[in-house]
């Protein structure tokens, strides 16, 4: 039976992702308690800057990193003099292999690039507003199809489950525009209202999908949709493609190989809003809490597809020749072979069945919940804990991290950090510098330990690196030293 599709398939999806994720990752959340941190109103609308500020573009707020449950030497392996091979390589022992996945192996980028951004004080609170790219990858890859990939026919299992195989990107533009303000000494209170404007959705999905193998028959189940929303797309047919077609169900099969992109642009709109406050319940102890995200995105140029949702059997080869095609019609062994792998790699693969229709899709919301407890022996020390969790199907996802802070100087503040998450556990810290003129700021929610001389990580993919620059109001400083002295009332 061939594989060479599957295999192909999964491992330009791993690699690719391996490769993009180096230029996407979430809000920095080693920074959410630090007051002179000019981006935690990306994670909480409540939060305002401590004075009006203008990023410099791009560079503003940069992050890089991704989260996953298995690592790159998951699937990458040494091999021979400083070569690198995969897990098929049959030098590789599938129980080494196998060892390493999980039931559910996931893969998650989340981008949130900052192009242009800036905030000032007005209308009776802080004022935001931000042009960002976002986008947002999450894989979701079951054991069963890495099993199948590995042992095929040379295992005692005879049944392959690849239940909850899926996809999602969904890719836009954000145009947002926040406020918060201070109700009483006690209640802050935020939100914003973000314009978006889609650069491409795709969602795969396979809710059932299943390969069982015995002597008398061979049977494959495959029930599995797909969605796509990219202006430019073009997925043409078997047919479309002029392509040989042994039968009528093979005509309309998505022809892989001469898929197409051509002048992509918008092809979605849509709206969300971010909501978030803060409560000073004691002196010392602080709670917040934020949703963000919360919205949709309308999608046309839609292109849906769907595989075949009655299962396939085989039941063993027919009338085998000895040598070339006979005049009865029989064919050898290995065309038998081929044909068998063909019929099976159709039957697994996507019939489109509808195109230019429209589809609304929900974002994937975040919920941050935060408390910040101020220590009483050392006022400028404050520890805190923040849960987030994202609410988005099959691919939610939570984390739990707490913190130590400190601002020893007014100008400058640092923390550490310890999490735990769906994708394993993590140290974080961040360095803020800001005095009056500029803030700048780096950090890390996921330190990398292992990596290879490439500075790939070769546990799992979880690492980030967030840094920034921005030009901040020199109002309220003190004329001895403008660049690194501000008193005690400062201005925005």
């Known amino acids: 039976m061939k594989r060479n599709s599957i295999y192909h398939i999964i491992l330009v999806t791993i690699a690719f992702v391996c490769i993009c994720t180096v230029s996407s990752a979430q809000s920095l959340h080693s920074g959410y308690f630090l007051e002179g941190y000019t981006y935690r109103h990306l994670m909480n609308p409540a939060f305002a800057p401590e004075r009006n500020y203008v990023a410099i573009p791009v560079i503003g707020n940069i992050n890089v990193g991704a989260q996953s449950n298995v690592g790159l030497n998951t699937f990458i392996y040494p091999y021979g003099n400083n070569k690198l091979t995969t897990f098929m390589n049959g030098n590789i022992s599938s129980s080494e292999f196998l060892g390493k996945l999980k039931d559910n192996n996931r893969i998650n980028t989340d981008l949130n690039m900052t192009l242009l951004s800036a905030g000032f004080r007005a209308w009776g609170g802080f004022n935001t507003i931000d042009i960002n790219m976002r986008s947002t990858t999450s894989l979701n890859l079951p054991r069963g199809l890495f099993e199948f990939m590995k042992l095929g026919m040379n295992s005692s299992n005879s049944v392959y489950e690849m239940d909850d195989l899926g996809i999602s990107s969904n890719n836009y533009a954000e145009i947002a525009l926040g406020h918060s303000r201070q109700i009483n000494d006690k209640l ?15 969602n795969l999905k396979m809710t059932d999908m299943k390969v069982q193998m015995a002597e008398d028959k061979w049977m494959v189940q495959a029930n599995g949709e797909m ?81 075949s949702n009655t299962p396939w059997e085989f039941k063993g080869f027919q009338n085998i020749a000895m040598g070339s095609d006979d005049a009865d019609g029989d064919k050898p062994l290995e065309d038998q072979l081929e044909d068998l792998g063909k019929d099976v790699e159709n039957y697994a693969s996507f019939h489109r069945s509808e195109t230019g229709s429209s589809s609304t899709k929900a974002l994937g919301a975040t919920l941050n919940i935060g408390a910040d407890y101020t220590f009483p022996l050392y006022d400028k020390l404050h520890f805190g804990f923040l849960s987030s969790t994202r609410i988005n199907g099959k691919y939610s996802w939570s984390e739990g991290r707490i913190s130590a802070n400190v601002t020893p100087i007014k100008w400058f503040d640092a923390g550490v950090n310890y999490g735990i998450s769906s994708f394993g556990s993590s140290f974080g810290w961040i360095l803020n510098f800001h005095p009056c003129g500029f803030n700048f700021f780096i950090g890390m929610d996921h330190l990398m330990t292992k990596v290879t001389p490439q500075y790939v990580p070769v546990g799992k993919l979880n690492t980030n690196v967030s840094l920034g620059f921005n030009i901040t109001s020199t109002k309220g400083c003190s004329n001895r030293n403008s660049l690194l002295y501000y008193n005690d009332q400062q201005g925005s």
């Open 188 to 202: 802050n209170v935020g939100g914003k209202l973000k314009f978006l404007l889609g650069m491409g959705n795709v």
């Open 227 to 307: 969605n796509a929303s990219v202006k430019g797309l073009t997925m043409p047919t078997k047919e479309e493609s002029k392509k040989e077609i042994n039968n009528p169900s093979e005509k309309d099969l998505i022809d892989w190989g001469n898929i197409d992109l051509d002048s992509p642009g918008l092809t979605g709109f849509g709206m969300a809003v971010d909501l978030g406050a803060t409560y000073k319940l004691r002196e010392d102890l602080t709670l917040s809490a934020a949703i963000l995200d919360l919205g949709f995105i309308s999608w046309s140029n839609t292109i849906k597809a769907k595989t």
